[in-house]
């Protein structure tokens, strides 16, 4: 997994900047996945965390909205996979302009129409960021699959819901395995075997 994190252009550049971008690249990378879910558990079930500045804020730009924030959540991921995929498909330049703009468009008209809060389109537009932050696309495209595990559990359980997911995904991780060496190596290798497979 650590080898997902690591581009090309990291040899080329000074230590203290390339250690701070990866550092950033692992930061992101959780944020891609999790931050859709995390927002769903703080609003629905702990809003009380929340600075009441923030939640008089939130609460404010959810007035007159009439979805669920769980059905706003999962009807944005939705939009912006769809103009993913028309970016990919469209000619050249023209597919940046049609997701640039498409979003833009939309987002707005969803918006106006109290279909969407304002907090929603921020929080999916930053998921979508952080995504394009990680360098490997396969990478990027498990973790669209993982953002709805999160999604799910967190509108049922709230924080519960997180701590099930974190587990599953890190049990997961924990139990695979390439070319016999374990996944999330270095930093799970606990026994001594191990340790001789990771030097040879």
């Not at 230590?15 to 558990?41: E, N």
């Not at 979805?67 to 912006?80: A, D, N």
């Not at 967190?154 to 374990?182: D, N, T, W």
Request: aromatic letters at 12%; one cysteine or more; glycine letters at 6%.
């Amino acid at each position: 997994l650590n080898a997902f994190y690591q581009a090309s252009e990291d040899y080329y550049q000074r230590w203290q900047i390339m250690s701070f971008t990866r550092i950033l690249r692992y930061l992101v990378s959780f944020l891609s996945f999790t931050l859709p879910g995390l927002y769903i558990a703080t609003l629905n079930f702990h809003p009380d965390i929340l600075p009441t500045p923030f939640a008089i804020s939130i609460a404010a730009s959810r007035e007159g909205i009439t979805f669920s924030t769980v059905t706003e959540i999962i009807l944005m991921e939705i939009i912006f996979e769809l103009f993913r995929e028309a970016g990919i498909r469209a000619p050249g330049a023209i597919g940046h302009v049609v997701s640039l703009v498409g979003g833009l468009v939309i987002g707005q008209a969803l918006v106006d129409a109290n279909i969407i809060s304002p907090m929603i389109i921020i929080i999916v537009a930053f998921t979508a960021i952080c995504t394009f932050g990680i360098p490997d696309y396969g990478l990027t495209s498990a973790f669209r699959l993982v953002r709805y595990l999160f999604i799910i559990l967190c509108a049922m359980l709230g924080l519960y819901g997180f701590l099930i997911s974190m587990l599953l995904v890190l049990a997961h991780l924990s139990s695979l395995e390439s070319f016999k060496m374990p996944y999330l190596a270095p930093y799970n290798i606990s026994n001594q075997n191990g340790a001789s497979d990771l030097k040879d």
